[in-house]
């Protein structure tokens, strides 16, 4: 790729920040890694008689950082089958043909690859992965647009934004129910990402983007379609999650009705399509709820009423967080009962019993999880459920480490060996076919904390 970024005139253009190759959806599971709001690694911004913004993404040093980017996020091929590696070497002999095509305004993308992922609750969310190829160009784009864009958007608005992050939504949603606002409007909209109608889109950003030429790209990208089983679906509305793209494309959408809660002075916290509005009273907030609708409503969107509701603040959640009130009336944060319950249902899965893994293997996967999890829960202020969760977790790994010990005299050997006593050694052995039940107890004074420290277990409390 290098000698393919050496092929390519120079033109103006310097780097700065943003965002990173592709949006995710942080409340899928309700325990994401916070590294999902990173940053990226340098965009060109345009300077003044630089030529195009097109012109400026399409610099080698803008090019260099967008493929730095896509490929440290490792994605998966796109409809043309080819991957990382793939796609670098078609680029060092394609990359100026291309590059004609996209400054000429000829360029087609290719359509996106469709993947369902299952979410916790059984339903599935759609993504669209498009080749490596279409996300440099998208990349390159996000570079260029994102520092021109972003500065108009809302100060209520979180995500997927240089410098904001899901934790900072619900630092602003905390403190407006400290301040005494303790009625939610919680507004989820109906698969927003597949109902973005496509010219209310291209209007909003034709009136931040002076450039007719990547206008023309964007929309190219918007009637890509989606690759189904072989099939190519065209589609005349949506912007499927998966793209670089798609994260700022859905925020300029949405800023409208940023800008309307703005100008009548609510308090209102928004990351991506999960929006909440903090007012005095339900009365208040039926009024507001029933103002979103119509506001969704001329953007053509809709709100999932299934999802959405008024309620107290104490029993709504947010971005996978609950609030609840200690003593001295101070508000504080928890994990929702969703999310906790999601949390134990992945850790089952990646600690089953039946398996053929070995310990090694089943750490390897857990301790990634566990510190994501743990990243992003831990403005959490509810030590007693984390040491629970530490407990619990390690319960389960005890059963597995005697699983595949198996035989009693395994087990005896190995206990000892770990500096058990005797008696307690025999004991273990003793029932050794009672996984669950003989992984408490005299078991803990053996595996103990420490045990599992020394395996690279993170504890959550």
Avoid at 145 to 152: A, G, N, R, S
Avoid at 305 to 321: C, I, N, Q, T
Avoid at 328 to 353: I, P
Avoid at 357 to 367: D, F
Wanted: with cysteine.
């Amino acid at each position: 790729m290098s000698k393919t970024m050496r092929q390519m005139p120079e033109s103006s253009g310097r780097a700065g920040e943003a965002y990173g190759e592709a949006g995710r959806d942080p409340a899928s599971d309700e325990a994401c890694n916070p590294s999902q709001e990173h940053q990226g690694t340098g965009s060109a911004t345009l300077k003044a008689g630089a030529g195009t913004l097109l012109e400026a993404a399409l610099t080698r040093e803008n090019l260099q950082a967008a493929w730095k980017r896509v490929k440290a996020n490792k994605g998966a091929a796109g409809v043309d089958g080819l991957d990382i590696e793939h796609t670098q070497r078609l680029l060092q002999t394609k990359w100026p043909q291309i590059r004609q095509e996209l400054l000429a305004g000829t360029y087609r993308p290719m359509p996106v690859r469709r993947v369902m992922i299952p979410k916790p609750d059984g339903s599935q969310r759609e993504l669209g992965i498009p080749t490596a190829t279409d996300r440099l160009i998208q990349q390159a784009l996000l570079q260029v647009l994102q520092p021109l864009i972003d500065p108009t958007f809302s100060e209520q608005s979180h995500g997927f934004r240089p410098g904001r992050s899901a934790h900072d939504a619900v630092k602003a949603a905390r403190a407006y129910v400290q301040s005494g606002k303790r009625v939610v409007v919680d507004v989820d909209l109906a698969k927003f990402f597949d109902r973005v109608n496509h010219d209310i889109l291209v209007d909003r950003l034709r009136r931040r983007i002076p450039d007719a030429t990547v206008l023309r790209l964007i929309r190219a990208y918007l009637n890509a379609g989606i690759m189904d089983g072989g099939v190519k679906v065209e589609r005349h509305q949506g912007t499927p999650q998966g793209g670089p793209l798609s994260p700022l494309m859905a925020n300029v959408l949405l800023d409208d009705v940023d800008k309307a809660l703005e100008a009548r002075g609510y308090g209102f916290a928004r990351y991506a399509d999960d929006c909440n509005v903090y007012v005095s009273s339900m009365k208040a907030g039926e009024r507001v709820m029933a103002w979103l609708r119509k506001l969704y409503g001329k953007l053509k969107l809709q709100i999932n009423e299934a999802k959405s509701a008024v309620g107290s603040a104490f029993g709504r959640k947010f971005l996978g967080y609950a609030l609840w009130v200690a003593p001295g009336r101070e508000v504080k944060y928890k994990v929702a009962d969703k999310a906790l319950a999601n949390f134990k249902a992945r850790v089952r899965q990646l600690t089953g019993r039946s398996g053929g893994r070995s310990m090694e293997q089943v750490v390897e996967q857990l301790r990634p999880y566990l510190l994501g999890w743990k990243a992003y829960f831990g403005l959490a202020q509810t030590p007693q459920v984390w040491r629970r969760l530490d407990k619990w977790l390690r319960h389960r790994l005890r059963a597995i480490q005697l699983k595949h010990w198996k035989r009693p005299r395994t087990i005896y050997r190995e206990l000892k060996a770990l500096g058990a006593d005797d008696d307690v050694a025999k004991r273990v052995a003793l029932y050794s076919r009672r996984w669950w039940r003989n992984s408490a107890m005299l078991l803990n004074s053996v595996l103990t904390v420490d045990y599992f420290d020394r395996m690279g277990i993170p504890r959550l409390s």
